[in-house]
């Protein structure tokens, strides 16, 4: 069911869904500014429509056509765009991402996505493309194609066939509301990163309902996920991180790497869970840079926030 650019772009036209690859994962993609074709992308995951959805664009000047962008999401644009970040700003033009998408706030997420395909695909269309993850809600997202129609295919008109998402994880969310800055959700880009930029970001609990995946239990597969574990229990994969953890066959890196491992994260815990397991087990992750985002992930996966 693989389709060229010009066959998704015109399922968007169309009002139909599309399987979408980015860097980060498959979106299941629907033109922004319709309210059924939008209303389809919730129905097709099983997605709380109080749930906003990331409007995907092609470069910065449509996203301001979108949002109000102050020097900070302006500086933000400039140093990450297209890439894996997006950015939570007041909405400009409501019409342009239709209410039930923004889940009727007042503000719009809005970023460029890296992966030349998706950028192609939007472009063709003329439009803001929203693409949640391309899973039926609360799995884990889907990384490669195949797991990207095993989830959703049945509800597409279009697949586009990206390849491997080289980031794995979902992008980080930024918001720049009231002239404040906060991390609404960790991803690659870090927050290091981004406090070098634009200096120290808050965490606003409050703001929380502005970002997807913010739900306690959320990428999760079926069997039970133990998180921070030294070894596996009778019957549990153990996912390994670092060497000599685990089975190598199993190991998110083997050498410690933070990105490998977030590029294999969701892919792994899919992968095992077809092998129906008593429970995955997951090895200690650390903290720091992209292990920010992967450790939200594994805690959401195994439905402790804390």
Known sequence: MKSTVEDAAGALKAGGLILLPTETVYGLGADASNAQAVAAIFEAKGRPRFNPLIAHVADAVAAEAIALFNPAARALAEAFWPGPLTIVAPVRERARVCDLARAGLDSVAVRVPGHAKARAVIAAFGGAVVAPSANRSG?????????????????????????????????????????????????????????????????????????????????????????????????????????????????????????????????MLREADRTRPVGIAVAPIPPVGLGEAINDRLQRAAGFVG
């Open 139 to 267: 799995r884990p997202s889907p990384t490669t194609f195949a797991d990207a129609v095993e989830e959703t295919g049945f509800a597409v008109q279009a697949a586009v066939d990206g390849g491997a998402c080289a980031v794995g994880v979902e992008s980080t969310v930024v918001s720049v509301l009231d002239g404040g800055l906060a991390l609404l959700r960790p991803g690659a880009v870090t927050r290091a990163e981004i406090e070098a930029l634009i200096g120290p970001l808050n965490d606003r609990p409050d703001d929380g309902h502005r970002s997807p995946g913010r739900l306690t239990t959320h990428y999760a597969p079926d069997a039970p996920v133990r998180i921070e574990a030294e070894a596996a229990r009778d019957g549990e994969i153990l996912l390994g991180f670092g060497a000599g953890i685990g089975d190598p066959r199993w190991s998110l890196s083997p050498t410690g790497d933070l990105r490998e491992a977030a590029a294999n994260l969701f892919r």
